[in-house]
């Protein structure tokens, strides 16, 4: 199986920066289907970005584009989430998530590895 660790969440001001890691391991990277989810508290798990197996596609949910940008480095087994001009209703848990697919999703359903999840907090 493939295990994802998140990293470089941590606490920011309104209209700041950050960048999320997600290093695998464990099985092949490359063909793997990699998402970004949130989870705020009391709200259910939220798609919020997808990239495709060879880093051509990429999708965003409303919210998020042209703020956050996703990428990967097949090579280094990580996927990236950049993340620009951050919000307070961006505060929440954040997920990597992959799945054994050539077609994006946007279901947790349909993703088959999560890492633990880094607390992003943007404040006013």
């Known amino acids: 199986q493939v295990q994802l660790v998140e990293s470089g969440g941590g606490l920011v001001q309104a209209g700041g920066s950050l960048r999320l890691s997600c290093a695998a391991s464990?099985?092949?990277?490359?063909?793997?289907?990699m998402g970004w989810f949130r989870q705020a508290p009391g709200k259910e798990r939220e798609f919020i970005s997808a990239?495709?197996?060879?880093?051509?596609?990429?999708y965003y949910v409303d919210s998020v584009k042209g703020r956050f940008t996703i990428s990967r480095d097949n090579a280094k087994n990580t996927v990236y989430l950049q993340m620009n001009s951050l919000k307070p209703e961006d505060t929440a848990v954040y997920y990597c998530?992959?799945?054994?697919?050539?077609?994006?999703?946007?279901?947790?359903?349909?993703?088959?590895?999560w890492g633990q999840g880094t607390q992003v907090t943007v404040s006013s």
């Open positions: 998530a992959a799945r054994y697919d050539e077609s994006w999703s946007s279901s947790i359903y349909e993703y088959d590895y």
């Open positions: 464990g099985r092949s990277f490359s063909r793997y289907v």
């Open positions: 990239i495709s197996w060879s880093g051509d596609s990429t």
